[in-house]
Structures are given as C-alpha cells and as structure tokens.
C-alpha cells in the first residue's frame, strides 16, 4: 500500500520528496534493514548481558584538544597526482568530498594549495604593510590587528585548477570525487574588512590597483583590483572557530570571496596601492587562460557556477538495487545558488533537487534528492543555476570556449556513470 505512494519526479527513479515523508524509507529499500526478532533465550538472560562493554564500564576523561574519532582516521587529504601539469612546483591537498556531508570543511580536511610549502610564522614578528598610493602609509602587528572588530563569512575557496583532469585528460580519468573536485572547501573566516585598514591609510586618487603579496618563500602575489578590495574582502584570522591553520595562512590571510583561491594570499603581509596591474608571474602566466579565438584571458577572477554529485560519486560503489539519497555540491562565485537539477537517465529527464539552508552567497550550497535505483545502467548528472541565471555548461560547451592547454576554470557538468554492478565511474558525456 505505501509503495504506491511513492511519486516519481523524473526518468531513472528520481522521486519526490514528500511521498518519501508519509511512505517512510525503509520499505524502499531492497533488503539492508532487518527486522528485530526476540531473543530465543529471553527470559533466562539477565537484562545488560547483550550490552557492548562501553555502556558497562567508564570511558577516559578526554584531552585538552579533541581529535576526530579513531574509527574515522581513513578521512585524509591526499596529495595530488605530482605528474600532474597543474601541480609542478605546487603540492595540492585533496579534501575528500565524497566522505562528508553539510557544507562545512573541518580544519584538518581544508584542501590546500602550496607553492612554497607551509611555512613556519611567529606572529610576533609577522606585520601587515600598507603602503604605495595611500595617503598615510601604516604597518600593523598582528596583536593591534586583533584588537579591531572582526566579521564573518562563511565562503568556500575553489582553486582555479579544480577539476583539471576533464579539462585535461584526453580520456575521462578513472578518480573519485576527491581526485576531480578536491580542490575546493568552505569555512567560516572570521576577520577585518579590507576596507576598514585602507579607510586608515586614506586613498590616493590614481589607486586602482593593489599588489598583494604573502610572506612565504616564494612571495607569492596577484594584483587585485582596489574596488574588490572595498567591496568583500577581509584580512581573515579565524577558520571554523581556531586561529588559521598553518596550511591555510597563519598568522593571516586574505579572503577574496567567490574569486579563484590564488587570489586569497596566506602569509599576507604586504599590500601596495597602485595605478595599475604589476602583471607578476601569476598575474600574466600561471592564471590566464588560452580561449579557442586564439584570445588569452587574463584577471578571470570569479569562479563560475558549478555542481557535483558527492554521493553517489566516482569509485563508489552501490551495493544493491533500491533507495538512496544522491547527495551533492552547488556553488558560484557570483553570489548564491539558485536552483540545482538532477537527471538519473542521461540528461532525458530533470528533475529540481532540494536546496538545503541556509543558502549563502559565495557558500558551497548542499542539495539533495531521493532516488530509487532500479539496477540498471545509467548516468547522474547535476547541472546548477545561480542567481544571475547563469548555468553550468556542458563539457563539449566548456572545450569550445578554452583551447588546451586550459585547464583552469573548469565547470562542465559531472557524469557519474553507474553500471549494473553498482560501480560508479567519470565519464565524458
Ligand atoms: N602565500 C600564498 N598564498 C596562497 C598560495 C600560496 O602558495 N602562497 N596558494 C594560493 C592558491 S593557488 C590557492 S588555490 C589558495 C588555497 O588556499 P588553501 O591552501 O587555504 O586551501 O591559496 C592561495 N594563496
Ligand atoms: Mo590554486
């Protein structure tokens, strides 16, 4: 009787959410749920004798830090293939997207982008100079910086190489969700506008520009347009509630919301006012991108709309025919996420998957949509929209715009391909 409650949505077993509500998800479901039967012996067993030994005894007191539970030590960043083009000179860490759920990266998981390594900061000798076409050039430490009113965003960083190997790889690499998509996390950063330090240093008329630069070996820096500056930037010093991680730029990074990771310098300790772009090595090489009219696109600062199904994902694998949740990632860094579609039959048939609250700006957005799995082969998709209306393209559109090598801003839509053993597999669709 409850089956017949169940409404479909779309082609492939995608199904409404509300007959979920009333039908229940375990009678969807093939064979995973046993039902309770009383104990043979009931009667002569005392009551706690089936009881695990940690509900009879007392556990340990706990730390003066907490660690993730032992039992969930497999979750690890994992370094990105160093053959990989994108990577020479650079170790990339891969967050495990697949393996969370939510929208929040735990510090210890937030992917990471080095050129230079990780370096080691005293924050007792690190300073922000602001100099350069200002009308008062100043130099902070890091306990005045402290001391100013802080404010908070939640916001992921995507790195501009994300996703590398569909825009790459001739034929559709055999990785997980981790090894395509995990060079992007979202945290809450917590710091001083931008725009409050520059109000202090007063503004010249020529400033238009601002070279960034961060204390690492390299110096790695970008030039940045003033207006971003006074519009959403910060200078961050909280990730997720503790201090910035090393990884992520302690004592202080910068916080470009929505624009390509390279741009959010760590270490930073240097911004110059000037009146135009200095077109370093990263600014000119490193981020433009080769477009098919034989253009280069240069200062593509946004990361564009984008989604991806983490669950069911890449190297997974469905156990047996029946219910699950397929689960993703929306974003754009344009502002928020408007609307996300599913397929479960190849691009056929779409259906809108639930938008998960709160839905942030320049946030990763979970969504989600249940889906009855019918055992046979076939191709999930997710295609997102964002409040400007602008939609993910395909990976045939994609390659018509960029020529190779382009790599960066890679966007298309994700086909996850399921075959009837239950293996879930990249492919170019
Ligand atoms: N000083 C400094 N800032 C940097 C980098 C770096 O190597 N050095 N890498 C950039 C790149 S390419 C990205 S994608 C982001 C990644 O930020 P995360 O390592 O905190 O994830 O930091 C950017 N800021
Ligand atoms: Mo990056």
């Known amino acids: 009787m409850k089956r017949s409650q169940t409404e479909y949505v779309a082609g492939g077993g995608l199904i409404d959410r509300r007959s979920l509500l009333v039908g229940g998800i375990s009678f969807l479901a093939a064979s995973s749920f046993k039902p309770v039967a009383a104990s043979a012996n009931e009667g002569t067993r005392k009551i706690g004798d089936d009881f695990p030994v940690w509900s009879k005894t007392l556990g340990p ?17 994992k370094l990105q293939l160093p053959s990989a083009p994108e990577n020479l000179g650079t170790a990339g860490w891969l967050t495990p997207l697949e393996k ?15 050129h230079f390594g990780v370096p080691d900061i005293d924050p007792d000798k690190h300073e922000l100079l602001i100099h350069g076409l200002v009308e008062k050039p100043l130099k902070f430490s890091v306990q005045q910086l402290l001391r100013y009113p802080m404010v908070s965003k939640i916001r992921f960083i995507e790195c501009a190489g994300n996703t590398a190997p569909n825009a790459l790889a001739p034929f559709s ?19 001083i506008p931008v725009s409050v330090l520059l109000d202090e240093t007063g ?17 790695h820096s970008r030039s940045i347009p003033l207006s971003k500056l006074l519009d959403d930037a910060i200078i961050a010093f909280y990730q997720n509630g503790e201090r910035l991680r090393a990884e992520q730029g302690y004592p202080m990074r910068l916080l470009l919301p929505g624009w390509e990771g390279n741009t959010s310098i760590k270490y930073v300790h240097r911004l110059e006012v000037v009146d135009a772009p200095a077109y370093t090595g990263h600014d000119s090489g490193t981020y ?7 253009q280069i696109e240069g200062f593509a600062f946004h990361m564009d709309v984008k989604s991806v199904i983490t669950h069911p994902s890449g190297k997974q694998i469905l156990q047996e025919q029946g219910f699950y949740e397929i689960s993703g990632l929306a974003w754009s860094g344009y502002g928020k996420i408007s609307k996300v579609e599913v397929s479960a039959d190849a691009g056929k048939t779409w259906a809108p998957a639930q938008l998960h609250g709160p839905i942030i700006e320049k946030a990763l957005t979970r969504f989600s949509i249940p889906w009855h799995w019918d055992g046979k082969s076939t191709l999930l998709l997710s295609r997102a929209t964002d409040a400007y209306g602008r939609l993910q393209p395909t990976r045939k559109e994609w390659k018509q715009r960029y020529s ?26």
């Open 61 to 77: 007191k706990g730390t003066t830090y907490g660690q993730p539970s032992v039992h969930e030590q497999h979750l690890k960043l």
């Open 203 to 219: 503004l010249e008329k020529k400033a238009k520009w601002v070279i960034v630069e961060g204390a690492d070996g390299g110096s």
């Open 288 to 294: 433009t991108q080769h477009l098919s009219n034989g």
């Open 173 to 191: 690499y055999d990785g997980s969700c981790q090894d395509l998509h995990g060079l992007i996390s979202c945290a809450e950063w917590v710091g």
């Open 100 to 114: 969370m759920h939510g929208i929040i990266t735990p510090n210890g998981l937030h992917f990471g982008s080095h």
């Open 404 to 429: 190779s090598p382009t790599f960066n801003h890679y966007n298309a839509i994700q086909p996850w391909d399921i075959n009837s053993n239950g293996e879930v597999e990249n492919v170019y669709a």
